[in-house]
């Protein structure tokens, strides 16, 4: 496989993922490269019928929400470049980020993976779903007894089923599990 197809497999499935049409993807390269590109032109670089630059790279990467690097992942295939063909082992090498040239071990490519999802996780999207879920924490629920009242249920103890609401109470839980004070009366 040539690298212009892995990057090409990469935007076909990043796309597809986030349900952009050719044509969505090619408007939001566009917003980047200043031209946007044709559906034709998108089509081709997702079957690897082309070459990038840098700028549609970076432009790529923005547009799909990822990284210039996530850009060149490919499958367990060899790597074709023009002078050889290397191990996908090796082409994987190549995206960490190595310095001096040394073989990474496990604990400096976990580091690595640990920078990347660091990335990831500033991206405004993410960030978004974050402050949604920290607000979604402070939403106060009614203790259990409020969701409780006198009445049949558990045979002799007068309770109702853990999960009937009494008339009025809004944003309780469907079932609450039971308190051991509950269990205990």
């Not at 790529?60 to 191990?87: H, K, M, N, W, Y």
């Not at 190549?94 to 976990?110: A, K, M, W």
Request: glycine residues 8%.
């Amino acid at each position: 496989m040539r690298v212009e197809e892995a990057i090409g497999r990469q935007v076909a499935g990043l796309r597809a993922q986030r349900q952009l049409s050719l044509a969505d993807l090619g408007e939001a390269l566009g917003r980047y490269l200043g031209k946007p590109w044709s559906r034709q032109a998108v089509h081709q670089a997702e079957r690897g019928q082309r070459s990038f630059t840098a700028a549609e790279l970076t432009a790529l990467a923005l547009a799909l929400d990822t990284s210039v690097q996530a850009l060149f992942r490919a499958e367990d295939a060899q790597i074709e470049l023009p002078g050889r063909a290397i191990s996908a082992e090796e082409y994987r090498g190549i995206l960490l980020n190595r310095q001096n040239d040394t073989p990474l071990d496990g604990v400096e490519e976990l580091i690595v993976a640990l920078r990347d999802i660091g990335e990831v996780l500033e991206r405004p999207a993410l960030a978004r779903m974050a402050r949604i879920a920290r607000a979604a924490e402070q939403v106060p629920t009614p203790p259990l007894d409020l969701c409780l009242w006198p009445g049949p249920g558990y045979p002799g103890l007068g309770r109702p089923e853990p999960w009937e609401l009494p008339s009025g109470v809004v944003g309780a839980p469907a079932k609450p599990a039971m308190s051991s004070r509950i269990m205990a009366s």
